[in-house]
DNA sequence: GCTGGAATCCCACGAAAGGGGGATTCCGGC
DNA sequence: GCCGGAATCCCCCTTTCGTGGGATTCCAGC
């Protein structure tokens, strides 16, 4: 059990020399913070953890070696509990949400300020998610519903529809007409329908795009 | 273009009259803010919005009639520019995501401090999502890889996620085997192998499968 | 009352996909 | 050096799909 004393420990992994030097000086001088490793790559960060792993880890995303990514993920495989914030230059959706995915939960870019920065450390540690506010923009964006039909895609009927869920979840032919209680050919006629309105060949094209729909 | 100068024009959505008038007179007493109007359902500040929509919209979620989460659908619907923050008690999951479905880029607890809460407003309307850290913390822990492998499911081959990424876009054998030059019978013996391992019996269930896996 | 879309059913054909075998090569770990 | 998993290739046989027609019924809107 923590309590209002006890310092946050933290570790950097950056292979920038002057960077994380200045990341661990700035931790160590400031109270409530205590900077216990900085690491220029991060099978040596890995390395260390062994002995003592940190409550939250500052990760550089463009690392020689294994990239802050991938140690993200070896990390909460490893120690679930120590909290991953990326720190990076990077703010393209693509480093994003792999960040995430792989288990960090904060995500802050390196311009913000030393001041805000140890905030989002603390905010981090207490079971936030920091992040820079044109990453949570990001974030917040990929949840909006995409718009009701996509330009040129005709709008599937309600048997249709149906008809394209079950598909999706695999059944067959015949056990989509028996679910249904109507005829294996009447289930054809429909799924001719679906793949000539949303432009696609196969079942699986169909399902995935309806997966993608429907998922968020 | 606006300039530092131009206060940003603030709605409050809130049915509880003591809460309204509170929030209103914060905003309207704040440097930079401005409180164009205060409404005590949806369907009057929809109303009220024909004439002069505002930059940001603080949001209630329990309203008597509209919902909040309605009201924001409807309001990002007519109006795309305003930024809607929802301000709200709820924190479950449910509420939140359909707020943020609906095209919230906000979401913020009532129990935010009134200085927080102007810092918020002005966050939002510079482009970022602010949200509450225990609300920013359950968006991001939404994009976790589910663990590594599902109880009982054993993980797949490097060659045959590959395999399985193509299958899922929909390519036949023989084009998958092209792509990857290599004979169409390893390409059905991959797939044997994946859809064992992944228990299922179709393509179409394992590229389900894959696509809730992959994007999220 | 006509028109058109939705929903239903039917047929035939060829192309894919799925299931079950078996086999070889390569490589890394014990 | 042996073993096992990964990756590769091969064959046979059955089922399911995808495509392209055509047809009927029902109902709502014009």
């Given at each position: 059990m923590s309590n209002d004393t006890d310092p946050i420990s933290v570790a950097v992994v950056e292979d920038v020399t002057q960077v994380r030097e200045g990341l661990a000086l700035l931790i160590s001088s400031s109270?409530?913070?205590?900077?216990i490793g900085a690491y220029d790559s991060a099978e040596r960060a890995i390395e260390a953890f062994a002995t003592r792993p940190p409550d939250v880890v500052l990760m550089d995303?463009?690392?020689?070696?294994?990239?802050g990514i991938e140690a993200t993920r070896l990390l909460k495989e490893r120690w679930p509990s120590v909290q991953v914030m990326m720190l990076t230059v990077y703010e393209d959706d693509d480093r994003i949400f792999r960040s995430l995915q792989a288990g960090a939960t904060g995500y802050v870019l390196k311009n913000t300020s030393p001041t805000d920065l140890l905030h989002d450390i603390s905010t981090l540690n207490r079971g936030g998610s920091p992040m820079s506010s044109s990453i949570a923009r990001r974030v917040v964006e990929t949840f909006h519903a995409t718009p009701?039909?996509?330009?040129?895609e005709e709008p599937l009927t309600k048997r249709e529809e149906e008809i394209l869920a079950l598909l999706s979840e695999g059944f067959r032919y015949r056990e989509i007409a028996d679910k249904l209680t109507i005829g294996i050919e009447t289930v054809r006629t429909h799924i001719h329908h679906i793949y000539r309105k949303m432009h696609v060949r196969s079942r699986t094209e169909a399902a995935v795009k309806y997966v993608r729909r429907t998922s968020r």
């Open positions: 109270d409530g913070f205590d900077a995303i463009g690392l020689p070696g294994m990239s009701p039909s996509e330009p040129g």
